[in-house]
């Protein structure tokens, strides 16, 4: 018996009482349709039957920080994102927005069990102002935005 997603062969296994089973983690984030294949013997035909497998994306959480707060007008500030998952170290990008204006993107800092990324900025401004900043990360497959 072979189990397959797509042409992918995922596991090939011996049939025992006419049964044939496996078990994995590793399924991409999706609606994935997998086969199962019988190639037949002497006595017997080939065939084969399909499940739509619907592999939901791991959850995370995402902490935004920043430092020094509050701060001054020209003072360089520096926000941290960490992004932690209880399904792995998420991977990926992260951009640090005010509004719908992008202040930067930040470089990953692998920390396990998450990640970390930094942007310092440098802000001009005359009058002292409080400052909102959002982090959006762009997540891998396997990980819910």
Do not use: C
């Amino acid at each position: 018996m072979t189990f397959k997603q797509g042409s992918t062969v995922l596991r090939t296994g011996a049939l025992s009482g006419g049964v044939a089973s496996f078990s994995t983690s590793s399924l991409n984030a999706g609606t994935l349709t997998i086969t199962a294949v019988y190639p037949g013997d002497a006595a017997l035909a080939t065939s084969s039957g399909t499940v739509k497998q619907t592999v939901k994306k791991a959850t995370t959480a995402t902490t935004l920080t920043s430092s020094p707060n509050p701060s001054s007008a020209g003072q360089t500030v520096t926000f941290t994102s960490v992004v932690s998952s209880s399904a792995g170290t998420p991977g990926g990008t992260v951009t640090f927005k005010q509004g719908t204006t992008t202040l930067g993107a930040g470089r990953w800092i692998r920390r396990e069990p998450r990640l970390s990324a930094h942007l310092r900025s440098r802000w001009v401004r005359t009058k002292s102002w409080r400052h909102t900043a959002g982090a959006r990360i762009m997540r891998r497959a396997n990980h819910r935005p």
